[in-house]
């Protein structure tokens, strides 16, 4: 095997030795098989390419300092890429059909789970695809699902520092009853533009406000918002909002602190009470906010004026990567050890 540098991964793609694959035919899910090649041949009238029949999902692997190989919450991935598949319109692959996937795929893979000291982490990317040929706007009969894995560094290459962030009112990310709350490309394709803008800006990422009223928090570039304030962390309540695992983990830590988890509409004007604010998502973990500028309405809203991250969100941020990493106990049962 190349020599990887461990310690100075990107977060980016990087070829491993196997994906596996499971089609879905005849109104059944298939056997997983296990491939070496990272393409695969589609039909050109493939629904995912026409009509945006696509899910997919984020997850980690991580080594502890035990050399064992941990996987983070599973069956929560599986359950959100479910919720996803009912969204738009695609048959639920089996919590078990999902294990089996990413078990796997990881044991294949092993070599690529960077050492425990290194900072990094195995990427794993479960993705689901209509490729039935038709040009009508109706849901595949077949489907393909598709797991692949790439060792990554921490998405921080500065380390865990806050960063500035934007609110911009001419870019709504989802529709308060369209596909925000599940994991499609769409999504993520609607919020390049105002992503290119905010960094071209020198930010970080768009603040959303809700696109109905344009009144209240909604999500923060492709990641949850939380605040903090005394002792409450809160986090926006909307339809669009994609339910994120990494978020529903901190507000579980939280309550363990003895803090009080807030989930409701946060009005923009509430920003100002906050002690501290993040993002939060897989990739990441907290992304900390050093400030928060709304261009139209002329307004900073600032939690780090000495470019270090709050008290909470440290807490916060150590305590579940402990738990990844399994150097503190996993109370929760959100672990899975790869045997």
Known sequence: ????????????????????????????????????????????????????????????????????????????????????????????????????????????????????????????????????AQVGVKPAKEYLFIVFVTPVGPYFKEGFKPTPMVILRQYDRAAPLGTGRYKVGGNYAASLVAGEKAHDMGYSAVLYLDAKEKKYIDECGPANFFGIRGNSYITPKSSSILPSITNKSLMQLAEDLGMTVEVRQVPEEELSTFDEAGACGTAAVISPIARIDDLDENKSYIFSKDGKPGPICEKLYHKLRAIQYGDEPDTHNWVTIVE
């Open 1 to 132: 095997m190349e020599s990887i540098d461990w310690s100075n991964l990107s977060f980016g793609y990087m070829p491993t030795d196997y994906n596996v694959r499971c089609t879905y035919k005849d109104g059944k899910w298939g056997d997983i098989t296990i491939s070496d090649s990272q393409t695969f041949e589609m039909h050109m009238a493939a629904t995912c390419l026409h009509y945006g029949q696509e899910a997919f999902e984020g997850m980690k692997a991580f080594r502890g300092k035990d050399g064992k190989i941990r996987i983070f919450r599973m069956d929560e991935n599986a359950a959100r890429l479910q919720s996803s598949c009912r969204g738009i319109m695609m048959p639920e692959l089996p919590t078990e059909k999902f294990n089996e996937a990413i078990l796997t795929v990881v044991k294949k893979n092993e070599r690529f789970v960077p050492p425990y000291e290194s900072g990094a982490s195995l990427y794993i990317r479960p993705l689901l695809i209509g490729t039935s």
